[in-house]
């Protein structure tokens, strides 16, 4: 079964003050995803990697970076936070395997910026 | 670009009652397919795939046929259970384009006891 990992679950921060979200893996992927999950907009991509040391940038990318250390690692950080960017935020590893690129998700980082 | 329609944002149900979840994509390349289900304060989790044209995924009780001429992967269920209650994704990976899962915007499935 696959195994991602986020945290922290839950996270309160004031405008203007930086958010890191970690997401681990071990499923040995080398496709990563994060995305944000809002009411009506369903899930937005943001940043992804497709391994250590690669970030790129997807749908919503700003005010946001990404960081992939490792093949397990990738976080994504928010140097200054704001109201706007609450939300609930998913991480992924994708198996690029046969063509396509099967995700297996985090149970989701919900953070509120006041 | 590569895209998901999901015909139904809300479906109710009671407990028994055959489901349909109408899904149809638009794609450059021969996609794979997927459906994902995700509960309440979960993140969305894998229910199956399908890659070739007439293929049928299925998982606790779903199933979905690749129909390439209608451009469609509808998710079915015979008989649906109260704890099936939860937003259904469809999504696509199209190796011709960004690869990347295009999802649909979900239908949320609510079974009544």
């Known amino acids: 079964e696959a195994a991602v990992t986020q945290s922290p679950r839950n996270k309160v921060a004031v405008t203007g003050g930086k958010v890191t979200l970690s997401c681990n893996q071990t499923n040995n992927h080398n496709n990563m995803y994060w995305y944000r999950q809002d009411t009506g907009h369903g899930l937005r991509l943001i940043h992804y990697s497709y391994g250590a040391g690669s970030t790129e940038k997807g749908d919503i990318p700003d005010g946001y970076k990404a960081s992939r250390p490792s093949q397990e690692n990738f976080s994504l950080i928010l140097e200054l936070a704001t109201p706007s960017q609450t939300s609930v935020y998913f991480c992924?590893?994708?198996?690029?395997?046969?063509?396509?690129?099967?995700?297996?998700f985090g149970p989701g980082t919900r953070l509120l910026v006041l | 670009g590569d895209s998901v329609t999901q015909t139904e944002g809300q479906v109710a149900l009671s407990e028994e009652d055959f489901l349909t979840i109408h899904c149809n994509y638009s794609?450059?390349?021969?996609?794979?397919l997927f459906w994902y289900v995700q509960y309440p304060g979960e993140g969305p989790q894998l229910l199956f795939r399908a890659s070739r044209d007439k293929e049928k995924g299925s998982s606790r009780g779903f199933e979905a046929t690749y129909d390439k001429g209608t451009t469609s992967f509808h998710l079915r269920k015979a008989s649906v259970q109260e704890s099936d209650s939860a937003v259904y994704y469809c999504?696509?990976?199209?190796?011709?384009?960004?690869?990347?899962?295009?999802f649909g915007s979900g239908t949320q499935l609510t079974v009544m006891p």
């Open positions: 794609a450059s390349g021969y996609p794979t």
């Open positions: 992924a590893s994708g198996d690029a395997v046969g063509g396509a690129d099967t995700q297996y």
């Open positions: 999504a696509l990976s199209d190796p011709s384009g960004s690869w990347q899962l295009i």
